[in-house]
């Protein structure tokens, strides 16, 4: 089974008041145990990632200090290898320019 990690983010703090991440947290878990088994995920080895407040337009959910930057430091340092990333949809991942977010995602996929 692969370890997989669940990735909310909102930027907003009308979003973060708000129920956008409880929401999207709902979803991701909602669609980790019904398609767990398919996909070769383990629901016990699952990671919550949670960016609050944090844009995706200029990348600052890419930075050392944050959720989705910290996976990828160490997914780059080997830590990580073979396990899966979910989003509620590719706008949580990156608002940034599609040829940069392709860069993000064949990152994930080496």
């Known amino acids: 089974m ?3 990690f669940l990735y909310s983010r909102v930027s907003s ?7 956008g991440l409880g929401r999207q947290e709902d979803k991701l878990k909602q669609y980790l145990l019904q398609n767990a088994l398919r996909l070769n995920l383990s629901v016990d080895d699952c990671e919550i990632l949670v960016d609050s ?4 337009w200029k990348g ?6 944050v959720a989705l930057g ?3 430091r160490r997914v780059e340092s080997g830590e990580i290898d073979g396990s899966v990333l979910i989003v509620e949809s590719l706008d949580r991942f990156s608002r940034e320019n599609p040829f ?5 995602i064949a990152k994930l996929a080496e």
Do not use: E, P
């Not at 703090?13 to 129920?19: E, M």
């Not at 407040?53 to 995706?56: A, D, I, L, M």
């Open 2 to 4: 692969r370890k997989c």
């Open 13 to 19: 703090d009308v979003q973060i008041s708000g129920d």
């Open 53 to 56: 407040g944090v844009s995706g």
């Open 60 to 65: 600052s959910n890419m930075g050392d200090t």
């Open 70 to 72: 910290q996976l990828f």
């Open 100 to 104: 940069r977010v392709a860069g993000y």
